[in-house]
Structure formats: structure tokens, C-alpha cells
């Protein structure tokens, strides 16, 4: 089992949608969350970290749940540019490093 | 753009040949981490450099080897190399190399193919 559990995707969703990526995470010394956005054939960036009271960035909102190991992102009203491929992120300390463990990813597709 | 530079961009090796990758840091980042993305997967995390030594290392095998230059630039080594070993090298820096929180600037990226 990976450490970080994405849904496989791809999501295919018209302009305008609501679409929302979860994510699990399985070792619970894991400090902090992030989501990254890659697109294709290009460097992940950092879109936002997430924190646990939640944290909302324009069209975009973050959910953790310490308890449950969850993290989640929903992106509202739907642009072509945001289609890309989503990868969920952990850190954590091991061995005296800090650490980014990645999910595998979700792909985005957004239509017209 | 993150400051992180990465060359060359595309590379091209046969099996069993050796290949070095370069990561030139955000100006004030002391600490390198390289990470090897496979085509569909998400980056996995090789080593980290900091302050020139080796300050971790994921599950990669000895002929994936490292280097840090007093200019915290970073160089990636891979020996012998296998068809699996083909993918996206990454190289991200940090100014921490502990705080959790502290946010890794990636650079565009080394793409490997071996045939």
C-alpha cells in the first residue's frame, strides 16, 4: 500500500463544475499537507498547503482531518487553465530531513 | 519561475552507461533534494544534500549518488543504468531542511530516457 492514496482519475467535468480530490495518507507522524499541481511535462508547483481548521484560496479550498488521515481538495467554477494533474503531499520528518511524499496524482481534463 | 535551474533538459543514454544531472539552487536555499517521477506516478523522493553531505536517502540503490558544491548547487549520478531508470529527474531546494513546513522550489526537471 503507498503512503499516499489518490483517486485514480482521470475527471473529465465541463466549465463551470465543481470537482472535488480526495486524498489518504497513512502515517500518522506526517506533519504537513500540501497540493501540488503539475501540468504536463512540466515541474510540480505548490497550489496551496492545507491546513486542519480548512483553508480556501480564491476557487479553491483545502480539507484536512488528522483523525481520519484525509485530505481534500474542491475546485469550484471550473476554468480550462485548471486542467492538470493534482498531486496530494505529505512531509514529515525522518531521520533528522524533511521529507515530501507525493500521491500518484489525479488528472483534470475541464471542456468547454 | 522558482530561481531552481536544472540541465540539461532531455537526455538520451543507453543501458549501462553513466549520466550526471545538474540543480542549481534558489539563491538563499541551502538544502537539495532530487526526486525521479516515472511517467504516471508522483516524484519519489531519492536523497536530500545540505550543507554539502548527504542528509537522507529514500529506497534508491548505491549507483544513484549525489553531490553538493559549496555554492549549494547539486549534481545527481547514476551509474550502470537500467531501462527503468527512465523518467523526469527533479531536483527541489529549500531553505530547511528540517521545518516541515517549509516549502521546496522544484526545477523544470532532467528528462532520461534509456534505451
Known amino acids: 500500500r503507498k503512503e499516499v492514496e489518490q483517486d485514480p482519475g482521470p475527471f473529465n467535468v465541463p466549465e463551470g463544475a465543481t470537482v472535488a480530490f480526495n486524498c489518504t495518507y497513512s502515517n500518522s507522524a506526517s506533519q504537513s499537507f500540501f497540493w501540488y499541481r503539475q501540468d504536463c511535462r512540466k515541474e510540480p508547483k505548490l497550489l496551496m498547503s492545507v491546513y486542519s481548521s480548512g483553508n480556501e484560496d480564491g476557487r479553491f479550498t483545502a480539507q484536512l482531518n488528522r483523525a481520519s488521515q484525509y485530505i481534500s481538495l474542491l475546485i469550484r467554477d471550473s476554468k480550462l487553465s485548471d486542467s492538470a494533474t493534482y498531486l496530494c503531499?505529505?512531509?514529515?520528518?525522518?531521520?533528522?530531513?524533511?521529507?515530501?511524499?507525493f500521491g500518484a496524482g489525479t488528472r483534470l481534463a475541464v471542456h468547454p | 519561475e522558482t530561481g531552481v535551474t536544472q540541465s540539461p533538459t532531455h537526455l538520451i543514454k543507453t543501458r549501462g552507461q553513466q549520466v550526471t544531472l545538474r540543480c542549481s539552487s534558489q539563491s538563499g536555499h541551502n538544502t537539495v533534494s532530487w526526486y525521479q517521477q516515472a511517467l504516471g506516478q508522483g516524484p519519489q523522493f531519492i536523497f536530500q544534500?545540505?550543507?554539502?553531505?548527504?542528509?537522507g536517502r529514500g529506497n534508491f540503490p548505491p549507483r544513484f549518488s549525489g553531490l553538493q558544491f559549496p555554492n549549494y548547487s547539486s549534481e545527481l549520478n547514476v551509474n550502470a543504468l537500467e531501462l527503468d531508470d527512465s523518467a523526469l529527474y527533479l531536483c527541489?531546494?529549500?531553505?530547511?531542511?528540517?521545518?516541515?513546513?517549509?516549502?521546496?522550489?522544484f526545477g523544470p526537471g532532467t528528462r532520461l530516457t534509456v534505451l
Open positions: 544534500y545540505y550543507r554539502e553531505e548527504e542528509n
Open positions: 503531499v505529505v512531509s514529515r520528518l525522518s531521520g533528522g530531513y524533511n521529507k515530501l511524499i
Open positions: 527541489a531546494s529549500s531553505s530547511d531542511r528540517v521545518a516541515s513546513t517549509d516549502t521546496q522550489y
